[in-house]
């Protein structure tokens, strides 16, 4: 079992680039969260899903875009990137209240 | 903002010695959860906590949840090195959805 894999690990961007981070579970859950974390900061949630084909914002969804089309992907597009983006991104599901997380894209936009 | 907040945000702590850390939130909650971070990856889950519960114990992990006070706490007794990291708490509502604090960041010196 996998758990929440995200790809990439990594990224740089330059200003106005833009990029899809893949979030991927092989749990089956129906939940699915993408959340940003700042330095010394918890976690901010971006947008979340409660099933295939469905999302919905968060706390913090501006510049950012999601998609849900399969119950085991859930991707989170940045339409034009600003230094103000990079962050290190988790993405997460759940089925009930315990949340899996993936081990983190680290972006840069510069 | 944040649903919950921890306290303190760092501790630093000798070998053997026992932690606690604090978890303060606003709103009705049906759970709260804590959960660790290691330094540059994604957050694994402790432990979960209803609101009918009062105490719940993991091993060395010992949590208790006052709803009347909308506080938690997390004590991690007879501390080891590999227990540094940060420490976050994430309150659980019928919206489907947790808000995770800022985290306390705990140093445990051998």
């Known amino acids: 079992n996998a758990g929440v894999t995200q790809t990439p690990k990594f990224r740089v961007l330059k200003t106005g680039q833009s990029m899809t981070l893949l979030c991927a579970q092989d749990m089956n859950h129906e939940y699915m969260y993408w959340y940003r974390q700042d330095p010394g900061m918890g976690l901010r949630l971006i947008h979340y899903s409660v099933g295939e084909g469905t999302t919905a914002k968060g706390e913090v969804p501006d510049g950012y875009n999601v998609s849900r089309l399969k119950k085991q992907n859930f991707l989170l597009g940045l339409e034009s990137a600003a230094p103000s983006q990079t962050s290190v991104y988790f993405c997460a599901s759940s089925q009930t209240a315990l949340y899996t997380f993936g081990s983190g894209t680290r972006l840069t936009v510069v | 903002s944040q649903q919950g907040e921890e306290d303190p945000q760092a501790l630093s702590i000798q070998e053997g010695e026992n932690a606690t850390m604090n978890c303060s939130y606003k709103?009705?909650?049906?759970?709260l959860q804590w959960y660790r971070q290691n330094s540059g990856r994604g957050l694994v889950h402790l432990i979960l906590i209803r609101s009918n519960e009062r105490e719940k114990h993991s091993g060395r992990l010992r949590v208790t949840l006052d709803t009347s006070k909308k506080s938690s706490s997390l004590l991690i007794t007879a501390s080891r090195a590999a227990d540094t990291a940060s420490y976050f708490c994430a309150t659980g509502t019928n919206a489907g959805k947790s808000t995770f604090g800022d985290g306390t960041t705990l140093t445990v010196k051998p």
């Open positions: 709103t009705s909650i049906n759970n």
